[in-house]
């Protein structure tokens, strides 16, 4: 069994930044690659950016130049460092991540269970 638990959300007022952390757990072989996504009230959820174990990067345009993704292979954990945030980046925050368990040969897609940011104006 893996687990992943997203952390680091909170209320911040626009401008501001938070740094978001998804970890994953349990008995795995890979993960690769590692993503956020991210669902505002009344909307579909959406990507917000991937990050694979060689260091490849992809942001969604809308959060170019101020999200920065990253990840710690040895601890298996993910961040989002979120700047200059806006009011339209509230939602819930949901890691994401390709996951190979020990002994299988194959991945799984597996989520957290989410973060809320709220971004007042």
């Known amino acids: 069994q893996v687990q992943l638990v997203e952390s680091g959300g909170g209320l911040v007022q626009a401008g501001g930044s938070l740094r978001l952390s998804c970890a994953a757990s349990g008995s795995i072989a890979a993960i690769d690659p590692m993503g956020w996504y991210r669902q505002a009230p009344g909307k579909q959820r959406e990507w917000v950016a991937t990050?694979?174990?060689?260091?490849?990067?992809h942001y969604t345009d809308s959060v170019k130049g101020r999200f920065t993704i990253s990840r710690d292979n040895a601890k298996n954990t993910a961040y989002l460092q979120m700047d200059s945030l806006k009011p339209e980046d509230t939602a819930v925050y949901y890691c994401?991540?390709?996951?190979?368990?020990?002994?299988?040969?194959?991945?799984?897609?597996?989520w957290g269970k989410g973060t809320l940011v709220t971004v007042s104006s």
């Open positions: 994401n991540a390709l996951i190979r368990v020990v002994g299988k040969s194959f991945g799984m897609d597996s």
């Open positions: 990050i694979t174990s060689e260091g490849y990067i």
